[in-house]
């Protein structure tokens, strides 16, 4: 069975950082293209980052570009997202997919507040 399990995110003063997790299961992720998306109340979900099979990431999201970084433990099956100098602007659900695939995880609330 496919899952994705997100886990990390939490609630964190501007300035601050947190690391995301997405732990697959029933799925080699490293085969996958996967990426992360974040929806905050009332707006659209964005695309944030994403990272390819050879293991290339990339920052989609250019009001990230510079503060967050996506990566992946092949041996841990693991994607994760870190996030540094966090802005209130961040506050979303945070969620890892594999697009081609339709897999999504549950979710991780980010909350950047003072």
């Known amino acids: 069975q496919v899952q994705l399990v997100e886990s990390g995110g939490g609630l964190v003063q501007p300035g601050g950082s947190l690391r995301l997790s997405c732990a697959a299961s029933?799925?080699?992720?490293?085969?996958?293209?996967m990426t992360w998306y974040r929806q905050a109340p009332g707006k659209e979900r964005e695309l944030v980052a994403s990272i390819g099979v050879i293991g290339t990431g990339t920052i989609n999201a250019d009001s990230v570009k510079g503060r967050f970084t996506i990566s992946r433990d092949n041996v841990r099956n693991t994607m994760y997202l870190q996030m540094n100098n966090l802005k209130p602007e961040d506050t979303a659900v945070y969620y890892c997919?594999?697009?081609?695939?339709?897999?999504r995880g549950q979710g991780t609330q980010v909350t950047v507040s003072s």
């Open positions: 029933g799925f080699t992720l490293p085969n996958y293209a």
């Open positions: 997919k594999a697009p081609l695939m339709g897999w």
